[in-house]
């Protein structure tokens, strides 16, 4: 483990600063720019890091809790472009920084191709892609990173839908499980693929905001007694059953998600990597839902035809999961199972680009 995680630093290294160099050299011939770098020494982070979750090193900012949350994916990098330059660029060296640590750490897992996934692992995979023949595209969708407003837009794009109408989650959806093996691997080798992500804590804890707060699908009942059970002193446990309270507290759900099997968790907390699996699968386009406007449009000018369809705009009532309401539920997490917890979606954290937070113990 412990030479993995030297291979994935030193490739992070490289990948980053080799990115770096060539933005700045093409910016400079283009526009007047000012690029910072704020990193911390490279050699010091591996001596005082044993995790990978200190690859992304970001600024030291002050904080009363026990750990510092950074959410950009390029999170030491500091861009003052001028006018409206400036978030596209930005957006753009994202996107190639995510691309390349994606490939470069895909290079060091065992998973380079689809021959190379267990039966399982390929039969998850196939149940996360959505396929549209029509326009020779895929679309492996990961719950919590806007994957109704994808299936809302694709259903309409493919005429299966009203753009008015209430989106139903079970139907007029072509999984690539539909398709025999050998065919959905021609399909991947061959169409047009794209995934969105999302910062990986954030993820968890709107998973745990919809599936427990607002109990979505009854999922207090399905996992509040087993979950009380495990983590509370016997007669608090039993006094909670008793009186019908399944209700969860996030560290508690932090603790389940430590101690479960990643391979069998529930897809809207399964760690991302291994629902879309992107080193066997080569996707053309990785999104984020931190730039979900662009980057979907940016998708769309590629796939949606003759259409007119358009990414739909955030509602006003809709309350979404913010870095700050992540700090604050995490500032109720023990350090010790957090650092679990990060252990635990590590991949996820380095495959897609993602600063983890420093645990302060």
């Known amino acids: 483990m412990y030479r993995l995680q030297q291979t994935i630093y030193l490739l992070l290294g490289v990948t980053f600063f080799v990115s770096v160099y060539e933005f700045r050299t093409t910016f400079r011939r283009n526009f007047s720019y000012e690029l910072q770098l704020e990193y911390s020494s490279w050699n010091n982070s591996m001596d005082q890091y044993s995790n990978v979750q200190s690859i992304l090193t970001s600024d030291d900012r002050s904080s009363s809790s026990s750990f510092d949350v950074f959410y950009s994916p390029v999170s030491w990098m500091n861009l003052t472009l001028p006018g409206k330059r400036e978030s596209v660029r930005h957006r753009e060296i994202t996107r190639s920084i995510r691309n390349r640590t994606l490939h470069t750490l895909c290079h060091v897992d065992r998973k380079k191709d689809m021959s190379s996934l267990r039966e399982r692992e390929r039969t998850t995979l196939y149940r996360q892609v959505i396929v549209d023949d029509e326009r020779q595209f895929l679309f492996c969708f990961v719950p919590k990173v806007a994957c109704s407003n ?14 008015l109408g209430k989106m139903d989650h079970h139907s007029g959806i072509n999984l690539l499980q539909h398709d025999e093996d050998i065919l959905a691997q021609l399909k991947i080798k061959h169409y047009y693929k794209f995934m969105f992500v999302r910062h990986p804590l954030e993820r968890l804890l709107s998973a745990y905001r919809n599936k427990f707060g607002e109990n979505i699908g009854d999922y207090r009942r399905r996992y509040g007694i087993k979950i009380i059970k495990a983590y509370r002193p016997k007669a608090k446990a039993r006094q909670a059953i008793l009186e019908g309270d399944l209700s969860i507290t996030f560290e508690e759900f932090v603790r389940f998600l430590i101690d479960s099997d990643s391979a069998r968790m529930d897809v809207h907390w399964k760690p991302m990597h291994l629902l879309c699996q992107p080193c066997a699968v080569k ?74 937070p420093r645990i302060k113990v």
């Open 150 to 163: 994808w299936k809302r837009v694709i259903k309409i794009m493919q005429g299966r839908m009203d753009p």
């Open 283 to 356: 996707y053309d386009f990785v999104g984020s839902f931190e730039q979900l406007r662009e980057d979907a449009e940016f998708v769309l000018d590629r796939i949606r035809g003759n259409t007119s369809v358009s990414f739909p705009i955030r509602q006003t009532y809709y309350k979404p999961t913010t870095p700050e309401t992540l700090i604050t539920e995490l500032s109720h997490v023990r350090p010790v199972f957090l650092q679990k917890l990060i252990d635990k979606y590590i991949l996820d954290f380095a495959l897609f680009g993602y600063s983890a």
